[in-house]
């Protein structure tokens, strides 16, 4: 399919977490896909290790119970103070009324996850990384995170939505049973859902000036 006419800082600074928007009626071909996931297999890998795994759900059955494992785990995100997107205060009016925006969309995500047309997963393939030293955990995943970022803005270019979540990883074991994953040896690194925006104009978010988080030399 043609892409979108974006140039690199473009799909960069617009590549968004989307969730109000997602076309949840309209389907998704398993061929763009393949494309997405091939573009993300171009990202950086330490070692030189593909250790990237992504599944890609469709099933309906399997969709509705993977959202309702969401569910659960947003309502205990909610409950905690400080973690939580609409517990957290930014200090300035402006950026507190944003803040709201951006949970009622996240609380938006919560209840229709399961709806999306694809649900994505990206897994790294290793033993599990728990108490590793942190080279071991920054190697491993370093693996999986760019990939799904790739993902992500392959997805943006061809009019796709997603969303980078992590919740569910409360419960990770039951979304693993939900998939047949093999829990002791494939790790889940992220939740998106996949599907159409409704329309494909976004714009940058409000972000702090770069000085205001560069040390220069030293910290």
């Known amino acids: 399919m043609p892409l979108l ?102 609380d938006y995500l919560a209840t229709h996850m399961g709806e999306a047309p694809v649900l994505v997963l990206a897994c790294t393939e290793s033993a599990r990384i728990e108490n590793a030293p942190p080279m071991i955990t920054a190697s491993m995943m370093g693996n999986v995170l760019p990939a799904m970022w790739s993902f992500m803005l392959a997805a943006r270019a061809r009019g796709l939505g997603t969303a980078w979540t992590t919740v569910h990883l409360m419960m990770e074991q039951q979304v693993a049973d939900v998939l047949g994953i093999p829990f002791e040896t494939v790790q889940q690194a992220c939740l998106s859902p996949l599907a159409y925006t409704k329309g494909t104009d976004f714009s940058p978010a409000a972000r702090p000036p770069a000085d205001s988080i560069i040390h220069w030399d030293a910290w």
């Open 5 to 106: 006419p974006l140039d690199p800082d473009q799909l960069l600074t617009t590549t968004r977490a989307v969730r109000k928007r997602l076309d949840f009626s309209r389907p998704v071909d398993d061929q763009i896909v393949r494309e997405c996931v091939d573009v993300a297999m171009q990202s950086p890998s330490g070692s030189n290790n593909m250790t990237m795994r992504f599944v890609i759900v469709r099933d309906e059955a399997k969709r509705k119970a993977i959202g309702e494992i969401y569910r659960q785990c947003y309502e205990i995100y909610r409950s905690l103070d400080g973690v939580y997107i609409g517990s957290i205060d930014k200090g300035d009016a402006a950026a507190n009324a944003q803040q709201k925006r951006s949970a009622d969309s996240a």
